[in-house]
T-cell receptor, first 113, second 112 residues
Framework: DGGITQSPKYLFRKEGQNVTLSCEQN?????MYWYRQDPGQGLRLIYY???????QKGDIAEGYSVSREKKESFPLTVTSAQKNPTAFYLC????????????FGPGTRLTVL | QKEVEQDPGPLSVPEGAIVSLNCTYS??????FMWYRQYSRKGPELLMY????GNKEDGRFTAQVDKSSKYISLFIRDSQPSDSATYLC????????????FGKGMKLTVNP
């Protein structure tokens, strides 16, 4: 089955710890995206990548980092610098040049204890 | 003024009702207009996609874009309990490398 997988589904972290969220796709898409979703806030773009070994900051990149070493993978690290990391994190991908047709993964809910 | 405004609801309707969901926007450069459906604790799925002004119909769903008023709508006919979800509008300027701007999402409940 083609699609996007995110793991884990639920993640708990202590304050001051870094944590990495996984996103993998087998759709052969060049572009990948990370969003954060908070109640009443909609989706906000954290980082996006149009091609391997290249990525750009979105609207709320502070406290996050990403890498894009493989086409299929776009992991997101939530660092201890992120002041309010508890949220639902969504990864998406699209064909290059088709940002308007993004396919989303199932999401990871991160809770900071 | 935010780029995209969407009433977050919630909206509750009886089964079989016609549902109207709306978004307004301020950026006249937006040309691509999308509606995503998101079930609870799941990722959003693309429901409808419209370019520029006009209507698009897909089964019980109709998307309308009025660029002169900067207003888009999603109509759901003969609503079903399975339509209960959060509906997010999204827009982009070029449809290519331009990023999407999302509304906050409207939570819809269809009661049997």
């Amino acid at each position: 089955d083609g699609g996007i997988t995110q793991s884990p589904k639920y993640l708990f972290r202590k304050e001051g710890q870094n944590v990495t969220l996984s996103c993998e796709q087998n759709l052969n898409h060049d572009a990948m995206y990370w969003y954060r979703q908070d109640p009443g806030q909609g989706l906000r773009l954290i980082y996006y990548s149009q091609i391997v070994n290249d990525f750009q900051k979105g609207d709320i990149a502070e406290g996050y980092s990403v890498s894009r070493e493989k086409k299929e993978s776009f992991p997101l690290t939530v660092t201890s610098a992120q002041k309010n990391p508890t949220a639902f994190y969504l990864c998406a991908s699209s064909i290059s040049g088709k940002a308007n047709e993004q396919f989303f993964g199932p999401g990871t809910r991160l809770t900071v204890l | 003024q935010k780029e995209v405004e969407q009433d977050p609801g919630p909206l509750s309707v009886p089964e079989g009702a016609i549902v109207s969901l709306n978004c307004t926007y301020s950026n006249s450069a937006f040309q691509y207009f999308m509606w995503y459906r998101q079930y609870s604790r799941k990722g959003p799925e693309l429901l409808m996609y419209t370019y520029s002004s006009g209507n698009k119909e897909d089964g019980r769903f109709t998307a309308q874009v009025d660029k002169s008023s900067k207003y888009i709508s999603l109509f759901i006919r003969d609503s079903q309990p399975s339509d209960s979800a959060t509906y997010l509008c999204a827009m982009s300027a070029l449809g290519g490398s331009e990023k999407l701007v999302f509304g906050k999402g409207m939570k819809l409940t269809v009661n049997p």
